[in-house]
C-alpha cells in the first residue's frame, strides 16, 4: 500500500513541476501528458485513503471503542485541513479555496461516520448516490462566495480543485474494498485485464457521447481512473513480489510512508519559493523536468536519511 501511495505522489509531483514552473504551459506536450497523470493519480490517493479508513477503524476500535477512533480522525482531519490552508497560501489563493487535501480530509471524516454506524445498507445506499451523482455531470466551480447555508453546501460539494461531490466516490470505493474484500484472494493477473475492461468502458461511454468531465469525475473519466488504477496496483504488486524489483518497491514504499510533507515541500519550493524567485512559469521543458529530476532525487535521499536517523533512535 505504501508503493501505491508512492506511484501516487510521484505522478502528483510530475504535474506540478509544468504546472508552476513552465513556460507556455497550453502549446507544451508537456503539459498535457503531466496533467492527465496528475488528474489519474487523485483518485488513487482517495480510493488508499478510504482503504486506509476501513482498516484504521478495524484496528482502533477494538481497543480504543468508536469514540476514541473518531477522535483520532478527527485530529488527522483537523491536521490535513491546516496543512490544506497552508497550500492554498503557498498557490497564492484564498483561504477559502478546496484543495486536493481538503477533499480527503472531509471524505475521511465523512467514511469514519460511515465506519462507526456499522450499516452496509448505508454505505451501498451512499455509494450508489455518489455514482448517480457522478453521472449527473454537476457543474463544478473554482471558487463560491457564500453567503447563505445553500451556499455552503455548493461551497462543500461542487467547488475548488477536486470537488467533494464529484471526488469522494473513489474514498467510497476504496472502503468498500476494505469492507467487503478484506481476506478475499485473487490472482493479480486479472489486474491488467480488469483495468483494460474499465479503459474500454471508458471508451465506449466517450463513443456513446459522454463528455470526459476530468473536473466533475463523469462516467469516461471514472472508469479511466479505476483502470489506472488497478493498473497502478498491478506495479505495485508485481515490484513487491519480484527481487529485481526490491529496489523500486522500497523506494515508492519510503515515498508513499512520507507523501504528505513530501507534497507540502514541493507546493512550497515549486510554487511560493518559485513565484518569489521569479521562476513560476519560465522554464523550458528540459530544465522543467531536470527540476523534477532533482526534487525526486533530493526528496528520496531526505526521506533515507530521516528513516535511518528514526531506525538508530530505536536501536539506542
Same mark, same amino acid.
Given at each position: 500500500?505504501?508503493?501505491?501511495?508512492?506511484?501516487?505522489?510521484?505522478?502528483? +509531483?510530475?504535474?506540478?513541476?509544468?504546472?508552476?514552473?513552465?513556460?507556455? @504551459?497550453?502549446?507544451?506536450?508537456?503539459?498535457?501528458?503531466?496533467?492527465?497523470?496528475?488528474?489519474?493519480?487523485?483518485?488513487?490517493?482517495?480510493?488508499?485513503?478510504?482503504?486506509? +479508513?476501513?482498516?484504521?477503524?478495524?484496528?482502533?476500535?477494538?481497543?480504543? %471503542?468508536?469514540? %476514541?477512533?473518531? @477522535?483520532?480522525?478527527?485530529? @488527522?482531519? +483537523? =491536521?490535513?485541513?491546516?496543512?490544506?490552508?497552508?497550500?492554498?497560501?503557498?498557490?497564492?489563493?484564498?483561504?477559502?479555496?478546496? !484543495?486536493?487535501?481538503?477533499?480527503?480530509?472531509?471524505?475521511?471524516?465523512?467514511?469514519?461516520?460511515?465506519?462507526?454506524?456499522?450499516?452496509?445498507?448505508?454505505?451501498?445506499?451512499?455509494?450508489?448516490?455518489?455514482? &448517480?451523482?457522478?453521472? +449527473?455531470?454537476?457543474?463544478? &466551480?473554482?471558487?463560491?462566495?457564500?453567503?447563505?447555508?445553500?451556499?455552503?453546501?455548493?461551497?462543500?460539494?461542487?467547488?475548488?480543485?477536486?470537488? =467533494?461531490?464529484?471526488?469522494?466516490?473513489?474514498?467510497?470505493?476504496?472502503?468498500?474494498?476494505?469492507?467487503?474484500?478484506?481476506?478475499?484472494?485473487?490472482?493479480?493477473?486479472?489486474?491488467?485485464?480488469?483495468?483494460?475492461?474499465?479503459?474500454?468502458?471508458?471508451?465506449?461511454?466517450?463513443?456513446?457521447?459522454?463528455?470526459?468531465?476530468?473536473? !466533475?469525475?463523469?462516467?469516461?473519466?471514472? &472508469?479511466?481512473?479505476?483502470?489506472?488504477?488497478?493498473?497502478?496496483?498491478?506495479?505495485?504488486?508485481?515490484?513487491?513480489?519480484?527481487?529485481?524489483?526490491?529496489?523500486?518497491? %522500497?523506494?515508492?514504499?519510503?515515498?508513499?510512508?512520507?507523501?504528505?510533507?513530501?507534497?507540502?515541500? #514541493?507546493?512550497?519550493?515549486?510554487?511560493?519559493?518559485?513565484?518569489?524567485?521569479?521562476?513560476?512559469?519560465?522554464?523550458?521543458?528540459?530544465?522543467?523536468?531536470?527540476? &523534477?529530476?532533482?526534487?525526486?532525487?533530493?526528496?528520496?535521499?531526505?526521506?533515507?536519511?530521516?528513516?535511518?536517523?528514526? @531506525?538508530?533512535?530505536?536501536? #539506542?
Amino acid at each position: 500500500m505504501d508503493a501505491l501511495r508512492g506511484i501516487a505522489i510521484i505522478l502528483m +509531483l510530475f504535474e506540478h513541476a509544468p504546472l508552476f514552473l513552465l513556460a507556455n @504551459r497550453t502549446l507544451s506536450p508537456l503539459m498535457s501528458y503531466s496533467y492527465f497523470f496528475s488528474r489519474v493519480s487523485t483518485p488513487l490517493f482517495l480510493l488508499i485513503a478510504g482503504y486506509c +479508513l476501513w482498516l484504521s477503524g478495524e484496528r482502533r476500535v477494538p481497543s480504543a %471503542g468508536k469514540a %476514541g477512533f473518531l @477522535r483520532h480522525v478527527l485530529r @488527522r482531519v +483537523l =491536521l490535513i485541513f491546516l496543512l490544506g490552508f497552508l497550500v492554498d497560501f503557498f498557490t497564492f489563493r484564498s483561504l477559502l479555496f478546496l !484543495n486536493v487535501l481538503h477533499t480527503i480530509g472531509l471524505s475521511l471524516l465523512f467514511l469514519s461516520l460511515l465506519y462507526v454506524s456499522g450499516s452496509v445498507g448505508g454505505y451501498f445506499l451512499t455509494l450508489c448516490s455518489a455514482l &448517480f451523482y457522478c453521472f +449527473l455531470y454537476p457543474p463544478v &466551480f473554482p471558487e463560491v462566495f457564500v453567503r447563505s447555508p445553500g451556499g455552503v453546501l455548493i461551497w462543500l460539494m461542487a467547488s475548488g480543485e477536486y470537488p =467533494l461531490g464529484s471526488w469522494m466516490v473513489y474514498a467510497l470505493l476504496g472502503f468498500g474494498v476494505g469492507r467487503i474484500l478484506t481476506g478475499v484472494r485473487f490472482p493479480a493477473e486479472w489486474l491488467p485485464h480488469a483495468g483494460l475492461a474499465l479503459v474500454c468502458a471508458s471508451l465506449l461511454c466517450l463513443a456513446i457521447g459522454y463528455p470526459i468531465g476530468a473536473w !466533475n469525475s463523469g462516467p469516461p473519466f471514472l &472508469f479511466a481512473a479505476l483502470g489506472f488504477a488497478l493498473w497502478a496496483f498491478y506495479v505495485a504488486t508485481f515490484l513487491c513480489g519480484h527481487r529485481r524489483g526490491a529496489f523500486f518497491a %522500497g523506494a515508492l514504499a519510503s515515498f508513499g510512508r512520507h507523501s504528505l510533507p513530501v507534497y507540502i515541500v #514541493n507546493m512550497f519550493l515549486f510554487s511560493f519559493a518559485g513565484g518569489l524567485a521569479g521562476l513560476k512559469n519560465s522554464l523550458d521543458s528540459a530544465r522543467v523536468l531536470a527540476a &523534477f529530476v532533482l526534487f525526486v532525487c533530493l526528496s528520496y535521499a531526505a526521506i533515507r536519511w530521516i528513516e535511518s536517523r528514526g @531506525r538508530a533512535g530505536k536501536k #539506542n
